[in-house]
């Protein structure tokens, strides 16, 4: 076992633009037990000539990999990792200099398995800052709050992670999958948890950004991509149900809700770009129509919301009119 304390991942893909900000972020952290992987998933633009500066760094380990995707580059980080926590990163992102202070701090002074912190989300020139409720949690409670459209999410760079649980328990980051993967992988890990704590600190910039994976499952979205996101969105929520022990009962009636929701806007955006993929369209309906009844009483969705669910999965051509208005 390593004498450092974390390690950071950090998987790279074509990141010139934002990777120097985010490693310099790292290495200015207030403590200095840490070791950070740099895994360049085959990068083509100039990533690799910029990590080669960074060579003589003691505490950083750089890996050249042919493209396989963020899932399987943090796989592949994971089989490298020797200390006790594990902190994921994006190379697009970066840190307060006391990130990994704060959530070490936090693992020790109230014993839990994971600790998790706020989020500052830059758009631009605009910041906004996310605190979540402070306090210790079961891990079914915190499964809970993270299926919540406005808990501390599934992400996982605002997270820290015991290498104990993971190894342990062999979890890993479905390489199949480019959407929802890290709620799945959080899911997974929670399962075999006890305490979480969720702190007030605020030390994580998630740099929003249009041309990210997330982007793609939108309902605007005309990139040829948007099936291939939506569809591994719901295989993750659907591996997600079939994982959820029956007595987390809110659990379940949000995961159905977001099943239900996500299904919904997928079929929506299959309209605006006239799919002609009637088989597909069908299927995804199914999946709607399946989790409508636990949708309907899901807390984390409003009247009006559950309404327009039950609008487009009935009523779709008029749906169809109103989003043609709004989102062409």
């Not at 505490?59 to 490298?80: M, Q």
């Not at 014993?111 to 758009?123: E, L, Q, W």
């Not at 569809?231 to 809700?257: E, F, M």
Request: charged share 25%.
């Amino acid at each position: 076992m390593s004498k450092k304390l974390i390690s950071v991942v950090i998987p790279i893909f074509n990141a010139e633009k934002t990777l120097k900000k985010c490693i310099e972020s790292i290495i200015d952290q207030s403590i200095h037990s840490y070791k950070i992987y740099l895994i360049n998933d085959g990068s083509t633009d100039n990533t690799g000539n910029i990590l080669s500066k960074y060579n003589k760094e003691k505490n950083i380990f750089i890996i050249n990999k042919n493209n396989e995707g963020a899932a399987e580059t943090r796989n592949f980080a994971l089989k490298l990792v020797d200390t006790p926590f594990v902190v994921f990163m994006d190379a697009d992102d970066y840190v307060e200099e006391t990130y990994l202070e704060h959530l070490i701090s936090v693992v020790k002074n109230h014993n839990v398995d994971m600790a998790v912190t706020g989020i500052i989300r830059n758009m631009g020139k605009k910041e906004s800052i996310t605190k979540f409720k402070e306090g210790t949690l079961t891990s079914k409670n915190m499964i809970t709050e993270i299926l919540k459209e406005d808990g501390p999410g599934g992400y996982l760079w605002n997270k820290i992670f015991d290498m104990n649980i993971i190894k342990k328990y062999n979890i890993r980051f479905d390489p199949n999958i480019n959407m929802a993967e890290d709620l799945l992988f959080c899911v997974q890990y929670l399962l075999h948890s006890n305490k979480i704590f969720i702190s007030k600190e605020c030390d994580y910039h998630y740099v929003q950004s249009n041309n990210g994976l997330s982007s793609e499952a939108s309902i605007f979205n005309t990139n040829k991509n948007y099936k291939k996101a939506y569809l591994d969105y719901i295989v993750s929520l659907q591996r997600i149900k079939s994982i959820l022990p029956t007595d987390l009962v809110i659990s379940r009636r949000l995961i159905n809700g977001r099943l239900c929701h996500i299904s919904c806007d997928f079929l929506r955006t299959m309209k605006l770009n006239h799919s002609q993929d009637h088989e597909l369209y069908s299927k995804i309906r199914s999946v709607a129509i399946n989790n409508r009844k636990l949708a309907l009483k899901s807390e984390s969705l409003n009247k009006k919301q559950k309404l327009y669910l039950n609008l487009v999965i009935w009523f779709p051509s008029s749906v169809y009119f109103l989003d043609k208005i709004r989102f062409r």
